[in-house]
Each structure stands twice: as structure tokens, then as C-alpha cells.
């Protein structure tokens, strides 16, 4: 039997059950994806009603270390992550910026003006105006990147936080790797 999107989208339980995180990721992700599981913590896995229009949509699970093991097993691209470091100014922000890409700790740092941190620091609740850095590199050039972070920031505990890269185009995950040193 199949089922059309119109009669999946007006059913009863999911109206009911769908919350605007959950709709805001059906938007982004698109029903068929539902099927593909995201990390533990992704949208998909919090929506009330996935495992409702897998069985229904007829969609196969697909594991999500295949894909990481496909993109480790390509000679051209490498274990690739995405680090976000925040700054207080612009200054630093281009000063850290350059040093890590000429040091060949990224490939790329993206500067992000305007972020505005709110966060506790001794016992206070502290509000900031700050730049975000979004640098890509490889996984391997973390704890390289981390003390270099360490040594060049004015903060005592600066932020440096690591995602993974599960996929993503060939090209640029190949250009990421050639751009950045070995170790």
C-alpha cells in the first residue's frame, strides 16, 4: 500500500505528536531522509513519529559507519572535523585565524562576527560579544590545533570544540587534506 506525503503529513497522530523542532527538521532533511539515521543526538532520532513513517514510507536503514568507513577508506580524503573556537574581538580573530592556516592546522577558518556568548564563568552569568571560528581540518590535527588555540588566545579556558565531517563533497574533503600537514 502506498502511502503519499499528503496523507502521511495530515494523519492525525502526526499532527499531534509533531513539534516545531520536529517539523523545522522534516523542512530541512526532508521526509525521505528520516530513514537514513543521523548521529545519536540529530533530529531524527527525537521525532515522536520516525520509526511510525520508516515502517510506513518502507525506508531501509542504512549504517552511518558505512559512510565514515567509505570516506576513511579513500587515499584522497582523511578523517576530517569541523572545530569552533569563539574570540573576544576581530583582532585576534584574523591574528588566530592566519596563524593556523599558515601553521597548516586548517585548511580553511571561516570568521563569523557578531556572535554573542552567554555562559557562567565564576559563578556569574556573563554575556559577551564575540567572533566565532569554524575551521576544518583533519581529525588527526586536533590536539595540535587545540594547543596551538591554548597558546595564541587571551582566554584562560578557551573554547575548542570538535564535530566529524560524515560526508561531504569529494573534491573540497580532498583539497582539506592536501592543505593541511600530516600530523
Known amino acids: 500500500m502506498a502511502l503519499t506525503l499528503s496523507a502521511i503529513a495530515s494523519s492525525a497522530l502526526i499532527r499531534r505528536k ?5 517539523a523545522f527538521c522534516v523542512l530541512t532533511f526532508g521526509l525521505s531522509n528520516l530513514s537514513i539515521p543521523f548521529t545519536k543526538t540529530g533530529c531524527a532520532h527525537s521525532l515522536p513519529f520516525a520509526p511510525l513513517l520508516r515502517s510506513k514510507l518502507g525506508g531501509e536503514r542504512r549504517s552511518t559507519s558505512t559512510r565514515s568507513i567509505r570516506m576513511e577508506a579513500s587515499s584522497k580524503i582523511v578523517p576530517s572535523i569541523v572545530v569552533y573556537v569563539t574570540v573576544p574581538n576581530k583582532e585576534l ?3 588566530l585565524a592566519g596563524s593556523i592556516v599558515k601553521e597548516k592546522l586548517a585548511a580553511c577558518v571561516n570568521r563569523v562576527p ?3 556568548s552567554v555562559y557562567e564563568w565564576q559563578g556569574e552569568v556573563q554575556t559577551d560579544s564575540e567572533e566565532l571560528l569554524i ?3 583533519r ?4 590536539e595540535a590545533l ?3 588555540v591554548k597558546a595564541n588566545h ?3 579556558v578557551p573554547e575548542v570544540i570538535a564535530m566529524p565531517i560524515v560526508g561531504g563533497s569529494p573534491q573540497y ?8 600537514r600530516d600530523n
Open 173 to 180: 574533503l580532498e583539497w582539506l587534506k592536501n592543505s593541511t
Open 146 to 148: 587545540t594547543e596551538h
Open 18 to 22: 509533531l513539534p516545531i523542532v520536529g
Open 154 to 156: 587571551e582566554y584562560d
Open 114 to 116: 557578531g556572535v554573542e
Open 135 to 137: 575551521i576544518k581540518t
Open 139 to 142: 581529525e588527526s590535527l586536533l
Open 93 to 95: 580573530g584574523k591574528k
